[in-house]
């Protein structure tokens, strides 16, 4: 299970982060910013952000990640008493949340309640090929030589294609159902994910069914 945590007191941070890094694979941040970089990176099965860190606050930093479709469980930390807060993060997508200051133990048990919860178990890699793998929990794929994260796009759309083997698949589907409506990419920006699939997985993985789609064998 890996856990981004926003934290943005570093005594606090270390305290939390090295007791889950004893439980959990973490990574931390400070900022907003910093969290959104990872995300862009990896892949996440929960997040635990503090609401009052600076810049962009956790309940902003959240809404605008369930803007753009991520729907990674989300647990808020909070210091604050009063239920307005509490009612935005929640409208902001969050499912679970815990008051400063805290027990260690408690947050351990919100945790595994969410792992429950959404059914967050370690997934099995996928052999796509002679010593080509990939890691559906770390968003990546291994070879021999090494490995390659996949941004959640490209992780997104080769999951897809995985579900759909042999089935000739539309540009239109692939973005129906891949992205949002308000999101919704270019044709230089489908193929530029297809481009960069083919060259991690192998060209002919893949292949373009003219005038119709993309099919994955």
């Given amino acids: 299970m890996r856990i981004l945590l926003l934290e943005d007191d570093p005594v606090l941070s270390d305290i939390v982060g090295d007791y ?84 260690l133990e408690e947050l351990r048990l919100r945790i595994e309640n969410s792992k429950r919860l959404f059914n967050i178990e370690q997934r099995q890699k996928v052999k796509l090929g002679d010593g080509c793998v990939y890691d559906p929990d770390a968003k990546r794929i291994e070879t021999a030589q090494g ?27 692939l973005v129906q159902n891949l992205w949002a409506y308000d999101q919704l990419p270019s044709d230089a920006t489908l193929r530029s994910h297809i481009r960069r699939l083919r060259e991690l997985i192998g060209g002919e993985r893949i292949t373009t069914v003219r005038g119709i789609g993309y099919r994955y064998e």
């Fill in 20 to 103: 889950l890094a004893d439980h959990y694979e973490t990574d931390r941040a400070y900022t907003a910013d910093e969290a959104t970089a990872l995300i862009d990176a990896k892949h996440y099965d929960l997040f635990i952000f503090d609401i009052n860190v600076p810049g962009q606050n956790g309940i902003a930093l959240l809404r605008s990640l369930r803007e753009l479709s991520v729907t990674t469980p989300a647990i808020l930390v909070t210091a604050y008493e009063d239920t307005a807060r509490l009612k935005a993060g929640f409208e902001a997508g969050a499912h679970d949340y815990i008051r400063k200051p805290f027990a």
């Fill in 147 to 173: 490995h390659q994260s996949l941004a959640p796009k490209e992780a997104a759309m080769l999951e897809y294609f995985l579900a759909h083997p042999g089935r000739t698949l539309s540009s239109e589907e």
